[in-house]
Structure formats: structure tokens, C-alpha cells
């Protein structure tokens, strides 16, 4: 596996306020947005170079997301990224399915007409990306997690939201090989019409409140894509 090179990440750099929780957020969304994968590593000194900051906030926030499970230390101090097992995707999928599945169904209750508008406005982007044939991956994946939080946070579940995000932080590196692993083998990427139609039908399930339906919906994803993941091999083994 080869270094991540730094300058691929394009971190914004940062300011004097709150650098601990600014260094912390830029880290959160650099795995969530699935913009390195497993087995990528980096440095602390390199992070603090890209950030415009000294070691100190980025040594804080590294360590906050070791113990999070998203980030580990190697003996010679690098950063990885970890390497995803076939049985803790698995395991991931499993809860991913749980607590994903129940903030959907909620979200069919609560949504808002405005949080409705802005699911719609996701799908709709989500659409214009994949159906270019130049499709940028990177903002392909953005929309997509744009798509499922605005469901989530239609949900008014300030209890799970954290743990749902603390499980994009461990499965979002590996959507960046799922999406790669896709879109250059053509061969084997579902249809675009089928992967579009299940968002289709997944506002159409929100729009009328059907709950349960929305989650199987949800979750038949989530499933799909452990499948394809196990297919691939996509993950190290255990």
C-alpha cells in the first residue's frame, strides 16, 4: 500500500480559532467524504503543513479519532487510515442497517415540506453528477452522503445522529475503492437507471410518509453494497 500523498487531500487552511475543533472537523470530513481509503497514511507534521497549523491541534484531534476507531498509529508515528476486515464491514453494515434504518423511518414522520424540498434537491444534483459521463467521484460520493443525512436529521434524533456519524467515519474510506472499484469496472456497476430509480423511490417512500418502507429501502442499499464489497474483495483479510 502506498503513502497518501498530502498534497491530494486539498485541506483548507485554518485560522487561529478553535483550531483544535476546526483540525477535528476537517479531519471528520475528509473520511466521511470518502476522499482517502484504507491503508492510506500521512503524517502529523503533514497534516499540520496542510492545515496552516502547528502539530499540536492536529496530535489532539488524531488522537480524539484513534479513539474513535477512524484513525490508528503505526511505530513510526505515520497516520493510517485502517484496514477494513471482511467481518467489521460486515459487522458496520449490520449496525449501519439498524440505526440507519430507524432515523429513516422517523424522518418520514417528522420531515418538514422544506427538509422534504432539500431531499429532493440532493436527488435531483445526485442525477445530474452520475449521468455525466465525466462523472467526479468525489462529488458524487458528497451528494450521496448530502442525500442520506438530510434524511437523518429529518429524524430530530440528537442521540443517534452521533452514532450514525461515527459510523460514516469508519465505513466512508471504504466507499472511496466501493465508487473507484465501480465506476472502472463498468462491467459490473448496477445500472444507472436501477441505482437512480432506488433514490427515486426512496423520496417517493418519504414524500408519503411510509416509514417502513422507506427503511427496507435504506437498508436493501446498505446490503447491496456489503455484497459488492465481499465480491470485490475489497476488504483485507481477517
Not at 170 to 175: D, E, F, R, S, T
Amino acid at each position: 500500500i502506498q503513502s497518501l500523498s498530502i498534497k491530494q487531500l486539498s485541506l483548507p487552511r485554518l485560522t487561529r480559532e478553535t483550531l483544535y475543533s476546526r483540525v477535528y472537523s476537517e479531519l471528520r470530513e475528509l473520511l466521511m467524504d470518502a476522499k482517502v481509503a484504507p491503508g492510506d497514511e500521512f503524517s502529523i507534521r503533514q497534516l499540520a503543513a496542510a492545515l496552516g497549523t502547528s502539530t499540536q491541534p492536529v496530535r489532539e484531534a488524531v488522537r480524539h479519532l484513534v479513539a474513535e476507531n477512524a484513525l490508528e498509529l503505526l511505530p513510526n508515528r505515520a497516520v493510517r487510515v485502517p484496514l477494513m476486515t471482511q467481518h467489521r464491514y460486515e459487522e458496520l453494515a449490520r449496525l449501519r442497517c439498524v440505526l440507519e434504518g430507524l432515523a429513516a423511518r422517523e424522518a418520514a414522520t417528522n420531515i418538514t415540506p422544506e427538509e422534504l424540498e432539500t431531499v429532493r434537491r440532493t436527488e435531483r444534483e445526485h442525477f445530474e453528477i452520475a449521468s455525466n459521463p465525466r462523472v467526479s467521484l468525489e462529488a458524487l460520493h458528497r451528494v450521496n452522503k448530502s442525500f442520506y443525512f438530510a434524511i437523518y436529521t429529518a429524524a430530530r434524533m440528537p442521540s443517534v445522529m452521533p452514532m450514525i456519524e461515527s459510523l460514516w467515519l469508519q465505513v466512508g474510506p471504504m466507499l472511496n475503492l466501493v465508487l473507484d472499484e465501480r465506476y472502472r469496472s463498468q462491467a459490473h456497476y448496477p445500472k444507472l437507471d436501477e441505482n437512480l430509480g432506488q433514490l427515486t423511490a426512496m423520496v417517493a417512500a418519504l414524500s408519503d410518509r411510509d416509514g417502513i418502507l422507506l427503511r427496507t429501502l435504506l437498508e436493501s442499499r446498505i446490503q447491496a453494497t456489503a455484497r459488492f464489497v465481499i465480491e470485490f474483495h475489497l476488504v483485507a483479510a481477517d
